[in-house]
């Protein structure tokens, strides 16, 4: 009975020996399979990430044949790796069974996986790449503007440009804001001289002589013939006692204008204050082209002055053919007649006076007294 209870205990063990052997390899055909599934997608993922990273770190151009040529290269290891398990097991053969049927499917995920993520990577790195050059081109364009702008400058500031003004459209480029420009008026030597006499006269009428003298000069510089400057200019050189300053300057005019009546005039007039009558006649001694009947007046008394009959004579000769009505010039010229012992004609010429107008009643009783003189001495001669 022991014998067969033995016999049965070691059956029942076996038995369950086996029930558990077969429970054991149930779970040994699920784990390996779970586990070798995880193991591959773990690697297959490590594997898209290395060829990224490789993608990457190298030209875009290969980066589109590795994603052309990966499906094909992750599916063979996947069929040959899942037929080979890692370790050897009691339950190879059903292994080698339940692996061959579930690795049919899981054959696209993984590609399909990592051709995005090498895609993304690929986007990435051409977006990044296209983003540097357009700064790189962005940086040159600022740099060839900066130095652009700079060269122009430094142009501008070595050559200003003077360009003329337009003084009429000076007032609308100033309300429109635009830059004024300078226009260089040339003046005539005739208008700085003519500021130079305001000036003067200005500073006449505050009693500056100093600044009047000043501005005379400046003005006979630009406009040296100009005759009634010089004659003013010799006027404040006299009252200044400057004398032979004042002589100097007429005759410098004179010099160049030698038919000036005004200036041999001033020059006589001067030398007559200084008790100078030859000196003065002398500066009358020339007849201009077109005298005048006062130069020819002061002329003729001059020259009756120093008793130069001639030019006396000549003057008042002159005088009556211009102006037959005025007694004066009559009156002088039968002085200058009788003088020379020319009776006739001076008794002739005092006569003529006497019927003219103008003659004070001094002159009229000097006339009466030289015609009785003249008439009683013709008569004795006779």
């Keep these: 009975m022991s014998t067969i209870n033995n016999a049965l205990s070691k059956l029942a063990e076996q038995q369950s020996s086996t029930a558990d052997a077969q429970e054991k390899l149930v779970r040994a055909n699920i784990t390996p399979v779970k586990s070798s599934r995880l193991v591959w997608a773990i690697g297959g993922f490590t594997l898209s990430l290395g060829i990224g990273a490789w993608a990457v770190t190298s030209t875009p151009n290969p980066i589109q044949t590795s994603i052309v040529d990966l499906t094909p290269a992750a599916d063979a290891p996947l069929h040959a790796?899942?037929?080979?398990?890692?370790?050897?097991?009691?339950?190879?053969?059903?292994?080698?069974?339940?692996?061959?049927?579930?690795?049919?499917?899981?054959?696209?995920?993984?590609?399909?996986?990592?051709?995005?993520?090498?895609?993304?990577?690929?986007?990435?790195?051409?977006?990044?790449?296209?983003?540097?050059?357009?700064?790189?081109?962005?940086?040159?364009?600022?740099?060839?503007?900066?130095?652009?702008?700079?060269?122009?400058?430094?142009?501008?500031?070595?050559?200003?440009?003077?360009?003329?003004?337009?003084?009429?459209?000076?007032?609308?480029?100033?309300?429109?804001?635009?830059?004024?420009n300078v226009q260089h008026v040339e003046l005539t030597h005739r208008q700085m001289a003519d500021q130079a006499i305001d000036r003067a006269s200005k500073a006449l009428e505050a009693n500056d002589f100093d600044t009047a003298t000043m501005e005379y000069q400046n003005a006979l510089r630009y406009v040296p013939q100009d005759e009634t400057t010089r004659r003013k200019l010799a006027a404040l050189y006299y009252g200044n006692r400057e004398v032979r300053k004042s002589a100097e300057l007429l005759e410098a005019g004179i010099k160049i204008d030698k038919n000036s009546n005004e200036l041999r005039m001033s020059l006589a007039t001067i030398l007559i204050k200084e008790d100078q009558p030859?000196?003065?006649?002398?500066?009358?001694?020339?007849?201009?082209?077109?005298?005048?009947?006062?130069?020819?007046?002061?002329?003729?008394?001059?020259?009756?002055?120093?008793k130069n009959n001639q030019v006396s004579l000549q003057s008042y000769q002159m005088l009556t053919k211009r102006d037959p009505e005025n007694g004066?010039?009559?009156?002088?010229?039968?002085?200058?007649?009788?003088?020379?012992?020319?009776?006739?004609?001076?008794?002739?010429?005092?006569?003529?006076?006497?019927?003219?107008?103008?003659?004070?009643?001094?002159?009229?009783?000097?006339?009466?007294?030289?015609?009785?003189?003249?008439?009683?001495?013709?008569?004795?001669?006779?």
């Design 328 to 382: 004066r010039w009559w009156l002088g010229l039968g002085i200058q007649q009788e003088r020379l012992a020319q009776t006739s004609d001076a008794l002739n010429s005092y006569n003529k006076a006497l019927t003219m107008v103008g003659l004070s009643s001094q002159s009229q009783s000097f006339i009466r007294d030289r015609i009785t003189l003249l008439a009683s001495l013709e008569q004795g001669a006779k």
């Design 81 to 180: 790796t899942s037929l080979q398990p890692a370790s050897p097991s009691n339950t190879s053969k059903i292994v080698h069974q339940s692996n061959a049927m579930i690795y049919d499917a899981p054959k696209v995920k993984a590609p399909q996986v990592q051709s995005t993520n090498i895609a993304s990577v690929a986007t990435n790195k051409a977006q990044v790449s296209s983003r540097k050059e357009s700064n790189q081109t962005q940086n040159a364009q600022q740099k060839t503007a900066v130095n652009h702008s700079t060269t122009v400058a430094q142009v501008q500031t070595a050559k200003p440009v003077y360009q003329p003004i337009n003084l009429a459209a000076t007032s609308n480029n100033t309300a429109t804001g635009s830059s004024m």
């Design 278 to 306: 030859e000196a003065a006649l002398s500066a009358l001694g020339y007849l201009p082209d077109q005298v005048s009947d006062k130069y020819l007046a002061m002329r003729a008394a001059l020259a009756q002055q120093v």
